[in-house]
């Protein structure tokens, strides 16, 4: 039997991990998705003009706590000198990257969903598509609406996590040709549809063969076509883009959106994480605290705090 199965390879998860880890606990880290990060993800692509890459989840991350600060650097995280003030810091070569170096010598197994999780003999019970798992301690790192799904509606958790509140997020990914106009590194603009657009070749480190955007639509927009399949979104958002910019949309290299189900909470639960009496199950992320990638670091270091009762002095 495992000791303790974290569930989620994002800032949360990995945060808790790499704690434990360090103080020599056994632990083991799953995640449904393709690569590590979570939300701060990279995508990397091959096209005709190279590889191109472009974080379509966290833009940058500007740490407020020195401590924060500190474990960026150690994940080789830099200034993104072209953003919109220098106190914002990117991965290298992309914001996933910065969790690749977090999770170093861990435990992880990508692209396993967790179905079920239920109590029995003593321990932890998991479903996966690849069979079921045992352990002492589940360690629960995902968005707060996705908990009920997998402890049951009734469960404490679930009751108490369900006044947080996460909002979707559409994000567009453009490339265009190398000369092709520029008009600013990054602009914000919370009425219109695209309320964010980022020159991400810009960011230091991207190798890039064309100029890429990454465009996050606004609450509205996001909400109003959450649930249209990723093509039409990115038809739908392609030609604001390229109005935007000044652009012919038909000079686009490369166009795909993504759908954010959960991207920002916009009401927190307000404490670190959730736990049961007897320490064997523990949520937490973001959604705890705010709804920044600091929040869920946060979150991450005050779980395996906790659970190795207290040895860490804040
Ligand atoms: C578009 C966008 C822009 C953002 N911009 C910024 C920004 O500029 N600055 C900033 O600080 N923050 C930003 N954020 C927020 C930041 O990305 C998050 O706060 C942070 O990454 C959350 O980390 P987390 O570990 O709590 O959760 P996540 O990163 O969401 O990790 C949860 C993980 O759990 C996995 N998972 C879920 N369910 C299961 C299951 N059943 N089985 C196995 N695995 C499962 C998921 O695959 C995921 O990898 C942005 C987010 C989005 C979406």
Redesign the pocket.
């Known amino acids: 039997m495992d000791e303790t199965i974290i569930?989620?390879?994002?800032?949360?998860?990995?945060?808790c991990a790499r704690t434990l880890a360090d103080a020599g606990q056994p632990v083991r880290v799953?995640?449904?998705?393709r690569g590590?990060?979570?939300?701060?993800?990279t995508r990397s692509v091959a096209t005709a003009s190279g590889r191109l890459t472009f974080d379509?989840?966290?833009?940058?991350?500007?740490p407020r706590d020195p401590e924060f600060a500190q474990v960026l650097a150690q994940a080789g995280m830099r200034p993104w000198p072209d953003g919109p003030d220098h106190g914002r810091q990117v991965g290298m070569p992309g914001m996933s990257d910065a969790l690749r170096v977090l999770a170093d010598g861990l435990d992880v197994t990508q692209q396993?969903?967790?179905?079920s999780i239920l109590w029995q003999d003593g321990g932890w019970n998991l479903t996966?598509a690849h069979g079921a798992l045992r352990c002492r301690r589940v360690v629960l790192?995902?968005?707060a609406p996705?908990i009920s799904?997998?402890l049951g509606c009734a469960h404490p958790f679930a009751t108490q996590s369900d006044h947080v509140v996460m909002a979707p997020?559409l994000?567009l990914m453009a490339a265009f040709p190398i000369d092709s106009p520029r008009p600013f590194a990054t602009r914000l603009d919370p009425s219109h549809p695209l309320a964010?657009v980022a020159q991400d070749s810009t960011k230091p480190g991207r190798a890039q063969g064309a100029v890429t955007w990454v465009a996050?639509a606004s609450h509205a927009f996001s909400n109003e076509y959450l649930e249209e399949s990723p093509d039409d979104i990115a038809a739908r958002m392609l030609p604001l883009l390229a109005e935007v910019l000044g652009l012919d949309p038909a000079r686009a290299l490369y166009v795909r959106a993504?759908r954010?189900r959960?991207?920002?909470?916009s009401t927190p639960l307000g404490q670190p994480f959730l736990r049961n009496d007897d320490r064997t199950l523990y949520a937490?992320?973001?959604?705890c605290l705010?709804?920044?990638?600091?929040?869920?670091w946060q979150?991450?270091r005050a779980i395996a705090r906790d659970i190795l009762g207290g040895a860490f002095v804040d």
């Not at 799953?30 to 998705?33: R, S, V």
């Not at 705010?290 to 869920?296: F, L, N, T, V, Y």
């Open positions: 569930i989620g390879s994002g800032m949360a998860g990995l945060t799953l995640d449904k998705g590590i990060g979570g939300r701060m993800a379509h989840g966290a833009q940058y991350l500007r396993i969903e967790v179905t996966t790192t995902i968005p996705q799904p997998l997020c994000t964010w996050q993504h954010w959960y991207a920002h909470t937490g992320g973001d959604w705010g709804s920044r990638a600091e929040s869920a979150s991450g």
